[in-house]
């Protein structure tokens, strides 16, 4: 079966970094999103990762490892606006999304 | 970016009756949109798969009796919840792909329903 692991929730203080894991296993691969979820909205795209490697976007980065099925997402400088939800999602071979439960951050002062 | 509209935003329904959300990409053309449904703490859960100009595919266990899809234009796909009751309260958020951006998906605002 296809599988999407993130942590469920994660901690950490405003200004500093944190790293979210995914990891994955699916029939095929055709591109990894992360995208930005709070309550009671729609998630709002972050990154895609469809080779090997670091992308960087402002504050925010996202690394692909496809050997390992295996991504994070890394969060610089971090800001009160920050807590939300972080969804990892995989594109499989039919070119739909599977996705991941998401990753619950709580930024603390 | 691309936008996709979803409208309404909320709605409160009885149960037994029906509702519609309409699904919009306002400034593209999507051949395909996707309908999801989200319970809370969940992840988005896909429920169907709609193509323009033909039926919807359905994932397992999805009614298609129930969530009627109808995707009679490219920019244009509506989701009508039939005969709902309360267990169908949930957030429903469709997704359109930008066919000249595939590398993302766009999403609408979502439909909060409750069914009371």
Same mark, same amino acid.
């Given at each position: 079966?296809?599988?999407?692991?993130?942590?469920?929730?994660?901690?950490?203080?405003?200004?500093?970094?944190?790293?979210?894991?995914?990891? *994955?296993?699916?029939?095929? /691969?055709?591109?990894? /999103?992360?995208?930005?979820?709070?309550?009671?909205?729609?998630?709002?795209?972050?990154? *895609?990762?469809?080779?090997?490697?670091?992308?960087?976007?402002? =504050?925010?980065?996202? /690394?692909?490892? =496809?050997?390992?099925?295996?991504? *994070?997402?890394?969060?610089?400088?971090?800001?009160?606006?920050?807590?939300?939800?972080?969804?990892?999602?995989?594109?499989?071979?039919? *070119?739909?999304?599977?996705?991941?439960?998401?990753?619950?951050?709580?930024?603390?002062? | 970016?691309?936008?996709?509209?979803?409208?309404?935003?909320?709605?409160?329904?009885?149960?037994?009756?029906?509702?519609?959300?309409?699904?919009?990409?306002?400034?593209?053309?999507?051949?395909? #949109?996707?309908?999801?449904?989200?319970?809370?703490?969940?992840?988005? #859960?896909? #429920?169907?798969?709609? +193509?323009?100009?033909?039926?919807?595919?359905?994932?397992?266990?999805?009614?298609?009796?129930?969530?009627?899809? +109808?995707?009679?234009?490219?920019?244009?796909?509506?989701?009508?919840?039939?005969?709902?009751?309360?267990?169908?309260?949930?957030?429903?958020?469709?997704?359109?792909?930008?066919?000249?951006?595939?590398?993302?998906?766009?999403?609408?605002?979502?439909?909060?329903?409750?069914?009371?």
């Amino acid at each position: 079966g296809q599988n999407i692991d993130q942590p469920t929730e994660m901690t950490a203080t405003e200004g500093a970094i944190v790293q979210i894991n995914c990891t *994955y296993q699916t029939s095929g /691969f055709n591109g990894l /999103f992360w995208y930005q979820q709070h309550a009671g909205e729609a998630p709002t795209f972050l990154s *895609y990762n469809v080779l090997d490697g670091l992308e960087e976007k402002g =504050r925010f980065s996202s /690394f692909l490892s =496809r050997s390992k099925g295996y991504s *994070y997402l890394l969060l610089k400088e971090l800001q009160m606006k920050d807590s939300a939800s972080y969804l990892c999602a995989v594109r499989d071979s039919n *070119y739909q999304l599977i996705w991941g439960a998401g990753t619950k951050l709580i930024i603390k002062p | 970016g691309a936008v996709v509209s979803q409208h309404p935003s909320w709605v409160i329904c009885k149960s037994g009756t029906s509702v519609k959300i309409e699904c919009r990409s306002l400034d593209f053309q999507a051949t395909t #949109m996707f309908w999801y449904r989200q319970f809370p703490k969940q992840s988005l #859960m896909l #429920m169907a798969t709609s +193509n323009e100009g033909s039926k919807a595919t359905y994932e397992q266990g999805v009614e298609k009796d129930k969530f009627l899809i +109808n995707h009679a234009s490219l920019t244009l796909s509506t989701l009508t919840v039939t005969s709902a009751h309360p267990e169908d309260s949930s957030f429903y958020i469709c997704s359109a792909r930008d066919p000249d951006r595939w590398t993302e998906a766009f999403f609408g605002q979502g439909t909060r329903l409750t069914v009371v």
